[in-house]
């Protein structure tokens, strides 16, 4: 073959053999926003129960120190979570005061999703407490298994109304491990931006279902 020939060939084939070179493999899928874990954490829990009790040591909640609690998931759906907090109390009806539940709900998509805490307060009769559905937004991503709630403005109105200024600042905490792990623990907690001494925390043993309680007061 002439050197003619021999290039000739090899320009001839530069084109099969860019045909024959792998096509370069896509990105892999990048982590579900941590509020998605969260979310699919929070839900796992849905019709199940735990015990729990106070874990911090504030003396202004001397009156919740030792007393039996129970976080049940009693309302759950793709937008909104309920878990009611019972606490034993020997001066209400039938030992247990079922005035709480706390409401936990989701606007927006992936990396913009919020979520927002209420407190649903009612009395024995399911009529609706002077201050209720108060609480707030988170401001960012958060995490997989912790999200903060600052004090929303239309609560600052209601506790303003209602005379309770040392709860101007409030933020609310959720913590929560998925169901299926182990020593899983769920978490509410209070603390206040103006206020590094305020702690109230409750902490539930989130791996061992117990009987679901009465539904709370008025649900």
Not at 122 to 131: I, K, M, N, Q, T
Not at 169 to 178: I, Y
Request: hydrophobic residues 45%; contains cysteine; glycine residues 6%.
């Amino acid at each position: 073959m002439t050197r003619t020939q021999i290039l000739t060939a090899l320009i001839a084939a530069a084109p099969l053999a860019g045909c024959a070179m792998p096509a370069p493999q896509s990105a892999p899928p990048s982590a579900a926003a941590p509020q998605e874990a969260f979310w699919q954490a929070l839900s796992s829990h849905c019709g199940k129960a735990y015990a729990g009790g106070l874990a911090s040591t504030d003396a202004r909640d001397a009156d919740w120190a030792g007393k039996r609690m129970v976080a049940h998931w009693a309302a759950c759906d793709e937008a909104r979570v309920a878990i009611a907090f019972h606490v034993a109390d020997p001066e209400a009806p039938a030992g247990w005061n079922r005035s709480r539940t706390w409401i936990v709900t989701r606007e927006g998509e992936g990396a913009a999703t919020r979520f927002t805490l209420k407190h649903d307060h009612r009395h024995d009769d399911g009529e609706a407490d002077a201050v209720t559905f108060y609480g707030g937004t988170s401001t960012d991503a958060g995490t997989a298994r912790a999200q903060d709630f600052p004090v929303d403005g239309e609560s600052v109105a209601l506790f303003t109304r209602e005379g309770l200024d040392a709860s101007l600042t409030n933020v609310w905490r959720v913590e929560v491990d998925p169901a299926a792990q182990a020593n899983a623990r769920f978490v509410y907690q209070l603390t206040r931006r103006n206020d590094p001494t305020r702690l109230f925390r409750v902490e539930f043993d989130a791996s061992t279902p117990i009987a679901a309680p009465p539904a709370a007061w008025g649900w």
